[in-house]
C-alpha cells in the first residue's frame, strides 16, 4: 500500500454529548469513504469537546478501550482507519489522548499529550511521559502528537527517526495562535522529511475561539491543503510513499545527525534568562 488518501475534517463534534458526536463522525466517516478515503483525522479532544470545564472534561473521560470500541464500530462498518482526540481515564487519571484505529476498529496506537498547554490542560488533565513511536497500518508507519506538541522540534524528530512516514496531529488551535502552525510546520514536515496532517476544530466553545485553517503537508514540506479559518469541511488527501524516501535523500537531515555533538539536549537544562 505505496498510496494512502487521508481523509481530514475541519469541524467540531457536539462539546459534551458522546452520542451525539458518535452520530456525527458516523456521517464523517461514510462521506469520507465515499470520497475513496483510507484514514479519517479529526482534531483533539473530538469525542468530547475541548472548551468545558475542566470537571466536566474529567466526568466525560473513558478508558481507552471504550473509546476504541464505540469508534471501532464506526471504523469496521465504513472499512476506515480512524484517528481523533478523547478525554482517557487510566488508572485514575485523566489524560488529553489520541486513538489510531484500523479498519477493522483495532486499537492500533493510544497516545497521551505530553506536553499540555496552558493552566487549562493543566487543571483538566495529566501529562503524558512518553517518547512517541509510530505503528505499521498497511506499509505506512504512523505517529501520533497532539497540537502544541507539534511545536517542539524533539518529538517529530524522536518519531521519524523511529521510522514514521506520517505525523497525525489532532488539533485545537485557538485564537490568537493562528500564525503559529503556518510558520512551524512546514519546517516540520521538511526537516524529518515525513508528512504531516494537522486537523482543527472551529467556532467557540467556552472561552476558545478556534482558527481553522488544517494543513496537511508532504514531505519536502509543501502544503498540500490548507483549510479556511471558519469553514467545516472534509478533504481528502492522496500521498504516496515513495515521496518519503525521495524526500529524505535530497535533504538529508537524518541522515547527516551527529547524536555525539547533541548530548546537552538529554540535559536538564534552564532556558536563558532575558538580559
Known amino acids: 500500500m505505496n498510496g494512502l488518501a487521508l481523509a481530514l475534517h475541519q469541524g467540531r463534534g457536539v462539546a459534551g454529548d458522546i452520542e451525539a458526536t458518535l452520530a456525527r463522525t458516523q456521517a464523517i466517516a461514510q462521506h469520507a469513504r465515499e470520497q475513496g478515503a483510507d484514514l479519517l483525522l479529526l482534531p483533539e479532544l473530538w469525542a468530547s469537546g475541548y472548551g468545558l470545564d475542566p470537571e466536566r472534561l474529567r466526568a466525560l473521560a473513558r478508558p481507552a478501550a471504550a473509546w476504541a470500541a464505540d469508534y471501532g464500530e464506526i471504523a469496521r462498518e465504513h472499512r476506515i482507519a480512524l484517528a481523533l482526540g478523547c478525554p482517557e481515564q487510566a488508572r485514575d487519571r485523566p489524560y488529553n489522548s489520541a486513538i489510531l484505529l ?34 505499521a497500518l498497511g506499509d505506512w508507519r504512523i505517529a501520533l502528537l497532539i497540537c502544541y ?40 514536515a521538511l526537516e524529518n522529511g515525513l508528512y504531516l496532517a494537522y486537523a482543527n476544530r472551529i467556532g467557540s466553545e467556552g472561552p476558545f475561539r478556534f482558527t481553522g485553517r488544517s494543513m496537511v503537508l508532504d514531505p519536502e514540506g509543501t502544503i498540500r491543503l490548507k483549510a479556511g479559518a471558519r469553514e467545516e469541511g472534509l478533504w481528502v488527501v492522496r500521498m504516496e510513499r515513495t515521496q518519503v524516501a525521495a524526500a529524505r535523500a535530497r535533504n538529508p537531515y537524518l541522515a547527516d545527525r551527529r547524536p555525539g555533538l547533541y548530548r546537552d539536549l538529554s540535559r536538564a537544562m534552564a532556558p536563558p534568562r532575558e538580559r
Open 102 to 135: 484500523d479498519p477493522d476498529g483495532r486499537l492500533r496506537l493510544l497516545w497521551r499529550k505530553s506536553h499540555l498547554f496552558g493552566g487549562f490542560e493543566h487543571k483538566a488533565f495529566r501529562a503524558g511521559a512518553d517518547a512517541p513511536a509510530p505503528v
Open 149 to 188: 506538541e507539534v511545536e517542539f522540534p524533539e518529538l517529530v524528530r524522536i518519531a521519524a527517526l523511529k521510522g514514521a512516514d506520517l505525523l497525525l496531529v489532532p488539533t485545537a488551535v485557538m485564537a490568537p495562535y493562528a500564525r503559529i502552525p503556518a510558520r512551524l510546520l512546514p519546517a516540520r
